[in-house]
C-alpha cells in the first residue's frame, strides 16, 4: 500500500510523540465533552506518529476508571471511546469482573483500545507477555477444540492469526422455546483441521454441537444495533424500523414486549435482546456455572449502551474533534446522532458528506490535502458508484432484480454505521464457496485450509439456494445453523462500519486481514473493476470511521 493507504506498515511501539499525542487528544476529548471548543486553539496541531492498537490492555478486574472520554493508539491513528454516561468506576462492575469460571469478563474480548471487540494484534501480544495463560485462551472457545494440548500456539491458531472464537451451536437446531427443528438439508463435514466436529467428546455426533469460528461484534454503537435508545430492546411503533426487505425478511418481535426487535445483535441473528445475549455469553464463553443475575446482566447492558467508539485520529491529518471535520466522524457524532434513519439517499446519506474534504484546509501539507481527498472519493464510490450486484441470497431475491444495479449504500443503508436498516442477514459469499476465501490447493503451497468445511445437501421436497443449488459448500452455514432453512446458507449479519482501524481482521470469519482485502474481497466477489485509487480511496475511507 502506499503511503498514504488505509493499512500503514505495523507501527512501532508507544514512544513519546506518541504519548504526547494520547495527552493533547484526551485534553481535547474531555474538553468537547464539556462544550469547551476554545481548547482546540490553545492545543494546536498534533505530531503525527503510529502505534499499535494493543498498548493498553484491560485485564480481569482491573480496577481502573473509565474516563468519559479516553482515546487508544492503533496503526492508522487512534480510536475514540466515549462513554455517554460519564466516567464509571470498573472496581466491581460486572462488565469489567470475572462472573464466571474461567476468569474471563465480557472485557475480556470487548477491549476498549479495539472499539469494544478485540484485534488479533492485540491477541497475539497477550500470548506472547502470559505465554498463553490469558483467559482470552480459555479451552472452552479461545482454542481450536477444547482437547487439544492448550499450553501449544498451533491449539489457538484460529485465534492468534485470525481472531476467532470457537462457537458451538446444536444440531439439529432448536427453536427458542427449545423444540427441535427439521432441518431442510442435510449437513456433513468435509474438512475439519481443528478436529471439532469429528472429536470425541466435542464433535457434532458425541455432543449434538456443530463448531464454527467468528469474530466477536463491537459492544459499543448500540442505539444502532438494536435500532433503539430503550435499554429493554424494543422499538416503539411510533419508531418502527423500516425495513427494505419488506415481508421476505420480518422483523422477530420481542419475547416480552411484542414489539419488533432488529435482529442485528449476533453474525446468526440467533439473540433477539441484549440481556439474552449477555445471558448466553456469560454461560458459554464465561462458563458461569448458574445464569447470571439480571440485575447484572441489565447493567452490562444499560453500560454498552451508552458507549460510542469510532475512529478520532489520524496520524496523516490529526483530529477528528476539531471543528470543521465531516459530521459522520468520531464517537461524538455517533453520541449525538439517531438510529433507524435509512441512508441509501440524498437527503440523509449514510456517512452525511465529505464536501469539506475535497479542497485544501488552509495550513494542510500537499500529503494532507490528498489523504483528505483520497476519503471523499472513497465515500463517493461507496455512496454512488454503481456495479452489478447478483446471486447474492438475500439482496436479490427481495424485488430488486438479479443482476441489480446498486452501490454499496443500498446494503449498507443505516445511517452513521453503514449495517443494512432491515434484518441484515445476507449471503455475499464470505463464508460459501465458490467465493469464501480458501487456500490454493498445491504441494507447492505451504498455507493449508484453517476452517472447517461442510456440505450442505437440500432435501428434495424443501426450498434450496436460489443460487448455489441443492448441494453447497460453507466453512460457516450461517444463519441456516439457526433457522434449519436452505436458503440461509451462508447469510451472515452485517456489521457496523465503525473503529475499523482498531478492530482488524474483518468478516465475521477474519478473512480480510486488512480493509485493503475487504474491498479487494467485494471486487472480485461482484466484477467490480476498482482501479488501484479507487481501492485505496475506499480503504482510506473506510479507515476514517
Known amino acids: 500500500m502506499p503511503g498514504d493507504g488505509a493499512d ?267 440481556q439474552s445475549q449477555v445471558e448466553d455469553a456469560a454461560i458459554k464463553h464465561l462458563q458461569a456455572r448458574e445464569p447470571v443475575d439480571r440485575a447484572l446482566v441489565q447493567k452490562i447492558v444499560d453500560f454498552g449502551m451508552q458507549l460510542h467508539a469510532a475512529q478520532a485520529f489520524d496520524h496523516r491529518i490529526g483530529s477528528f474533534l476539531a471543528e470543521g471535520m465531516p459530521e459522520a466522524l468520531g464517537p461524538y457524532s455517533l453520541a449525538r446522532n439517531r438510529p433507524n434513519v435509512l441512508g441509501d439517499n440524498w437527503d440523509n446519506p449514510v456517512f452525511f458528506d465529505f464536501d469539506k474534504w475535497r479542497v485544501p484546509a488552509p495550513g494542510d501539507t500537499p500529503e494532507q490535502t490528498a489523504f483528505r481527498q483520497s476519503v471523499a472519493r472513497g465515500y463517493d464510490l461507496f455512496f454512488l458508484r454503481p456495479f452489478y450486484i447478483r446471486d447474492a441470497m438475500h439482496i436479490n431475491t427481495t424485488g430488486i432484480g438479479n443482476p441489480s444495479k446498486r452501490a454499496c449504500a443500498t446494503c449498507h443503508n443505516m445511517q452513521s454505521t453503514g449495517m443494512d436498516l432491515g434484518t441484515g442477514w445476507v449471503d455475499l459469499g464470505t463464508t460459501n464457496l465458490p467465493w469464501a476465501k480458501e487456500p490454493v490447493q498445491s504441494e507447492w503451497n505451504p498455507n493449508k485450509p484453517e476452517l472447517p468445511l461442510f456440505k450442505i445437501t437440500c432435501k428434495e421436497d424443501r426450498p434450496q439456494h436460489l443460487f448455489l443449488g441443492r448441494v453447497i459448500y460453507t466453512q460457516d452455514p450461517g444463519r441456516a445453523l439457526i433457522t434449519g432453512k436452505c436458503y440461509d446458507v451462508g447469510a451472515i449479519v452485517m456489521q457496523q462500519f465503525r473503529a475499523l482501524s482498531a478492530r482488524a481482521p474483518y468478516f465475521s470469519n477474519g478473512s480480510a486481514r486488512t480493509l485493503r482485502e475487504l474491498v479487494d474481497f467485494y471486487d472480485r466477489r461482484f466484477n467490480i473493476g476498482y482501479s488501484e485509487q479507487e481501492r485505496t480511496d475506499l480503504a482510506n475511507f473506510l479507515s476514517v470511521l
Open 8 to 274: 500503514p506498515q505495523p507501527a512501532q511501539r508507544l514512544g513519546p510523540r506518541a504519548r504526547v499525542a494520547l495527552a493533547i487528544h484526551a485534553i481535547v476529548g474531555l474538553a468537547l465533552c464539556a462544550g469547551d471548543t476554545s481548547v482546540l486553539a490553545r492545543a494546536g496541531e498534533e505530531p503525527s506518529f503510529s502505534a499499535d492498537s494493543h498498548s493498553d490492555w484491560w485485564e480481569e478486574g482491573d480496577g481502573r476508571v473509565l474516563p468519559e472520554y479516553v482515546a487508544y493508539p492503533n496503526r492508522a491513528g487512534m480510536v475514540g471511546l466515549y462513554n455517554k454516561a460519564g466516567v464509571t468506576e470498573t472496581r466491581g462492575h460486572p462488565f469489567f469482573e470475572p462472573i464466571g469460571s474461567n476468569g474471563r469478563a465480557c472485557v475480556t474480548c470487548h477491549q476498549p483500545a479495539n472499539g469494544m471487540s478485540v484485534s488479533v494484534d492485540s491477541i497475539q501480544e497477550r500470548w506472547e507477555k502470559t505465554q498463553g495463560k490469558d483467559p482470552i485462551f480459555a479451552a472452552i472457545d479461545g482454542s481450536n477444540c477444547p482437547s487439544l494440548p492448550q499450553e501449544q500456539r498451533a491449539s489457538h491458531s484460529l485465534l492468534l492469526e485470525r481472531g476467532l472464537f470457537r462457537i458451538a451451536l446444536p444440531w439439529p437446531p432448536k427453536a427458542r422455546d427449545g423444540s427441535a427443528i427439521e432441518p431442510d438439508f442435510e449437513l456433513e463435514v468435509v474438512r475439519d483441521p481443528t478436529g471439532c466436529n469429528t472429536d470425541a467428546r466435542y464433535g457434532i455426533r458425541a455432543s449434538g454441537e456443530v463448531s464454527v469460528f467468528r469474530r466477536p461484534r463491537p459492544f459499543a454503537n448500540l442505539k444502532y444495533v438494536i435500532g433503539t435508545e430503550r435499554t429493554d430492546g424494543t422499538v416503539a411503533p411510533i419508531d418502527r424500523v423500516f425495513t427494505p426487505k419488506g415481508t421476505a425478511t420480518p422483523f422477530a418481535v420481542h419475547p416480552q414486549t411484542g414489539l419488533p426487535v432488529s435482529m442485528q445483535i449476533m453474525a446468526d441473528a440467533r439473540h433477539l435482546t441484549l
